[in-house]
């Protein structure tokens, strides 16, 4: 299956360069002027600040920001789950009015549902479906995630970093055409982290989604995305967009992707000395 | 070893009753009954029949008040805590109207009612109402708002939203509520029984009282009361380790 | 987790007066329209309180009854707190007494009724009686668990620092414990407050209990009913919120996230 998978991918690179649709085609989403301000003890809080950004289809893009920034807020925003006091989010030219199925949110593994078991929360979305399509879905997804043998298992029963590619596996199983990705990786190991990274890259090669991508970490931008975008303390405004023209698989101690994420580390303020 | 260690809470309830048997015996004036007077009691209880009809006649009026305020209060308090004004338009009054004993109710539910079951039932119906929908509503208010935005991100309508994601999530915590409030409500039902009912084992033990002094007849009683009460705790407890709700336990 | 939006500042003071308006004046015609004669109407409640307050009973009563839930309540914390301590920390102990309690707790309190009769004679002493039993087994129990699901790693922590049992009890296990235990405490106050009704229904002659049933029996009185019934959700909703400031208390509140 997963040969299968990896063969069809690399058709599809070839036949559409990803540096081809970026100029050619309009861009998935536009945020346009987003202004966030929560209220708290009846004074405003400044979240987010004219925030502008457009994300081509295909495209993987990170946010990339100090903890607490508001790049969360942003991303729900994006999501439809917050709406913004100013300014509005276009996906295919349609204002976002709310959460989507088109678009799935993946949170840390918290967003898995404690009471289904891990076949039950990756058919959680797919109410539409025949039961025999549904059970098929199920089946691809939890063998591409790697869960083999867990089907009948309670999430708590699951390690940290099976809960989160559940949390994938559930996304992807709707078929979406965006991925929005909250600190995904942030509660796992530094080994499993790298593996998921690793598969996140896979699938995202072979099924082509718009990938947003929140993080705090660096490197970890750096090793992923096409483009990070690095967001200012609050209230988030974009400081600066780095365009990472290196192609996967990266090799990461290059001299490029040295200079790339030495340059983000410089804008943040942080030399990368240790 | 291991059977001595078993041995010991045998061990420790046997010698209460001896103490109780003693003690009984070296009363000054013979009212309370030992241990084989109570034995006695129910098993004279047992032949004239009367054991399982008072027994059938509590249970009977727990199943209905209880049955009954579930099934109304639970959606309503999910509702009051889905609905951030509903919830505070009611909390309030929800709040002044819980701690009124539900025994205090005797009176009215009398005179809307009659002396009878309907009474007693009212009556439990109101010591399970309330507390069930507090508990539905904290429930509700105690779902992380990442569970409800992983559902509606699925495109779920708002039933089925209820149905999967709302209702599942507040499971565990509705299990417990409606265990603590069967234990109220076999507690109202014996307090209910005393004053406005003829039959239940709350009457079987002022009966036995006023009715002569039979007090191996009242210990008796409340030895049934204590036992039906465990079963239903019991019961209730079994429903806790279905493995679909046991995430929502995690303390013990 | 609203579908509509955070409600303006008015509106916390707006629903509530709205709600219970909306209920006096259902109460208010519904009796009107019946043209019943026995149930009251909210004015004549109001009257009926009023009434109380001139004989001097009303204060009196609800005294009566605070006193012997406080009697009985406090006596309970006094013992089964410790105890209910040392059983969790000593679980032979526990497994040994355990049967014992498990049989003991589900006997309703009010069916000791005729037993504290006997044993204390009709008076205070028999409902204060009542109310310790059916506060002792929930705090106990409450207790016991507390002390039972103290993390393991806090005891060796407490033990790294070379505590006593005794000072490890009191500085480690005692406060980890709390949140659970205040649980108990309230849950059986709401129980003692129940069944202070219900004793002075049977077992006295004062009380809020008591005003219940003898407005009754003596001249069916239910517009004086009504009025005991709401002093008596009243004080008890008093009481739950004094307990609700000792819970927000800085160095109680650790334990509570998603407790009501």
């Not at chain 1, 967001?231 to 974009?238: G, N």
């Not at chain 2, 007090?215 to 380790?241: K, P």
């Not at chain 3, 026995?38 to 009566?64: C, M, N, Q, W």
Request: proline share 5%; with cysteine; hydrophobic share 50%.
């Amino acid at each position: 299956m997963e040969q299968t998978m990896a063969t069809t991918s690399m058709a599809k690179t070839v036949m559409v360069p990803a540096q081809a649709t970026k100029q050619t085609l309009k861009p998935k989403l536009r945020a346009e002027g987003i202004d966030m301000a929560f209220t708290r003890d009846g004074t405003s809080v400044p979240v987010l600040e004219n925030v502008k950004l457009e994300v081509h289809e295909g495209e993987f893009v990170c946010l990339l920001g100090p903890s607490g920034c508001g790049k969360s807020t942003l991303l729900n925003v994006i999501a439809g789950f917050l709406s913004p006091t100013h300014g509005q989010v276009l996906i295919d030219g349609e204002a976002v009015r709310g959460p989507d199925p088109r678009r799935i949110f993946v949170f840390q593994e918290r967003g898995v549902f404690p009471w289904l078991t891990v076949e039950g929360n990756i058919g959680f979305g797919l109410f539409k479906l025949s039961k025999k399509e549904r059970a098929e879905r199920i089946a691809h997804y939890i063998t591409l995630v790697g869960l083999q043998g867990f089907e009948k298992a309670y999430p708590q029963e699951l390690s940290g970093g099976m809960k989160q590619r559940l949390e994938v596996a559930r996304a992807l199983a709707v078929n979406p055409d965006m991925l929005f990705l909250d600190e995904p990786f942030g509660a796992l190991d530094s080994i499993t982290r790298l593996i998921m990274r690793r598969e996140l890259l896979r699938i995202w090669e072979a099924e082509r989604k718009t990938i947003i991508f929140v993080t705090h970490d660096i490197e970890e931008a750096v090793q992923l995305s096409d483009r990070v975008v690095v967001m200012s303390a609050r209230p988030a405004k974009i400081q600066r967009v780095v365009e990472i023209d290196i192609a996967h698989p990266r090799d990461i101690s290059s001299s490029r992707y040295l200079e790339l994420r030495d340059g983000i580390f410089e804008q943040i303020g942080l030399a990368h000395k240790v | 070893m291991k059977l001595n260690v078993r041995l010991r809470p045998i061990g420790f309830v046997a010698a209460l009753l001896v103490m109780w048997h003693v003690a009984a015996k070296h009363q000054a004036t013979p009212i309370l009954p030992g241990p084989l007077a109570v034995a006695e009691g129910i098993a004279e209880l047992a032949q004239r029949g009367l054991l399982l009809k008072y027994i059938v006649a509590s249970l009977f009026r727990v199943t209905w008040g209880f049955a009954t305020a579930a099934i109304l209060a639970i959606p309503l308090g999910l509702a009051i805590g889905w609905y951030r004004r509903s919830e505070m338009a009611l909390n309030p009054l929800i709040q002044i109207f819980r701690p009124i004993s539900p025994l205090a109710w005797i009176p009215i539910s009398i005179l809307w009612f009659g002396v009878g079951d309907l009474a007693a039932i009212f009556l439990i119906f109101l010591a399970s109402f309330l507390p069930l929908t507090v508990t539905a509503m904290n429930a509700v208010a105690g779902i992380p708002p990442v569970t409800v935005r992983a559902g509606r991100n699925f495109g779920l309508s708002q039933p089925q939203l209820v149905y999967r994601v709302l209702y599942p999530a507040v499971a565990p915590q509705l299990i417990i509520g409606l265990r603590i409030t069967l234990g109220i409500a076999w507690l109202v039902v014996v307090a209910a029984e005393m004053i406005a009912v003829n039959s239940g084992l709350g009457f079987l033990i002022v009966d036995a009282r006023n009715a002569g002094n039979r007090y191996d007849l009242v210990v008796a009683g409340m030895v049934m009361i204590g036992v039906i009460g465990l079963l239903l705790d019991i019961g209730m407890r079994s429903m806790e380790n279905v493995k679909s709700l046991r995430w929502g336990y995690s303390e013990d | 987790m609203t579908l509509l939006g955070q409600p303006m500042k008015w509106e916390r003071y707006f629903w509530p007066l709205f709600a219970a308006g909306v209920l006096l004046l259902l109460w208010h015609f519904s009796v009107r329209w019946s043209h019943t004669k026995i149930f009251p109407s909210p004015v004549d409640v109001v009257r009926g309180t009023a009434e109380l307050i001139r004989k001097g009973v009303l204060l009196h009563y609800v005294v009566d009854s605070l006193r012997r839930v406080s009697a009985g309540y406090l006596g309970a914390a006094v013992l089964a707190i410790p105890a209910g301590l040392l059983l969790g920390w000593y679980p032979a102990a526990a497994a040994v007494v355990n049967p014992t309690i498990q049989m003991l707790r589900p006997i309703s309190p009010i069916a000791w009724i005729p037993v504290s009769i006997i044993w204390f004679g009709v008076g205070d002493l028999a409902a204060i009686y009542l109310i310790f039993l059916a506060s002792f087994f929930s705090i106990l129990v409450a207790s016991i668990n507390g002390v039972r699901n103290v993390p393991s790693m806090y005891r060796r922590a407490g033990r790294n620092f070379g505590l006593s049992p005794a000072k490890l009890i009191a500085r480690v296990v005692f406060p980890a414990a709390l949140p659970q235990v205040i649980v108990g405490l309230r849950i059986a106050l709401g129980i003692a407050w129940l069944v202070v009704v219900a004793a002075e229904m049977i077992a006295v002659d004062s009380g809020l209990g008591y005003l219940v049933i003898d407005s009754r029996n003596s001249g069916k009185r239910y517009d004086l009913v009504v009025a005991a019934m709401i002093l008596i959700g009243l004080t008890g909703l008093a009481l739950d919120t004094i307990f609700r400031r000792i819970e927000k208390l800085r160095s109680v509140r650790w334990g509570f996230r998603n407790e009501s």
